[in-house]
């Protein structure tokens, strides 16, 4: 397998809880390499364009509004299998459903709120991986 980038967003939930040292040191561990990080403010445009799939659901503006609460840590990683690979260190959408040594599953704390708070934000496939970087990183 080659290597690859994916696209990791570090949520306000993730930024006010304190965890954005905990998800850099689980890449650096990993033996990812941080490709880009910066901090960067979302706006509904950015939010629009990288939850394309999602703006016509109902629970929409509520995730909009979520994910503007706090500037929030882009992050591009880099390494072999890392879309996969760091999507199983994150764990599924729900932290309830997140078995612990995830990090929705260690470090998620609003079980069963609306809209799902979750920690992290982190690509699931090669193709939404180039979209995103794209969205967050225009300057790369
Ligand atoms: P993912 O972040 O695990 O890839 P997606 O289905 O792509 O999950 O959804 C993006 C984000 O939208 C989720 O992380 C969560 O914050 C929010 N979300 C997804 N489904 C719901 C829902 O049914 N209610 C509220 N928020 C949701």
Partial sequence: MSEESTLILVKPDGVKSGHIGDVITRLENRRYTITALKVIQATPELLQAHY??????????GIEAFMMETPMVAIVATGVDVINSFRKMVGPTKPEDAMPGTIRGDFGRAW??????????SSDSPESAAREIKIWFPEL
């Fill in 52 to 61: 394309a799939q999602l703006v016509d659901k109902p629970f929409y503006p």
């Fill in 112 to 121: 069963g709120t609306q809209p799902i708070k979750n920690v992290v934000h």
